[in-house]
């Protein structure tokens, strides 16, 4: 079971969970090819097993989108489990703005944006 997992069976679906001391909140833009390769739903997976909140979407421009936020392990975590997600079915692809943004208090999920 995933923490995501873990953390939703213990509190319940609708509670958010409380950000811990060393919470970061990043906005991140991917560029290369990200677009109509599964990242959107790569990223959205990876990011909930590691028990992050947040969005991505895809944009206009061909570039992604998202903020992530967690526990500051989980966050760095996050970029080398996409690595490892893209060594099977390498695609191209960096980030090419990474910020760190003020923390989303209450915020329960990762999701999808359109």
Do not use: C
Not at 25 to 51: E, H, K, P
Not at 66 to 91: C, T
């Amino acid at each position: 079971m995933t923490l995501f997992g873990r953390w939703r069976e213990e509190r319940g679906a609708d509670e958010a969970p409380e950000l811990p001391d060393d919470a970061k909140r990043l906005r991140l833009r991917f560029t290369g090819q990200v677009q109509g390769v599964g990242f959107r739903w790569t990223s959205s997976l990876v990011a909930r097993d590691l028990g992050l909140t947040g969005w991505v979407r895809n944009e206009s421009d061909g570039s992604v989108t998202a903020e992530i936020q967690g526990e500051a392990s989980h966050v760095g975590a996050f970029f080398s489990r996409m690595l490892d997600e893209y060594r099977r079915h390498p695609i191209r692809y960096v980030v090419s703005e990474r910020d760190e943004i003020p923390l989303v208090k209450g915020e329960r999920r990762f999701e999808v944006r359109y």
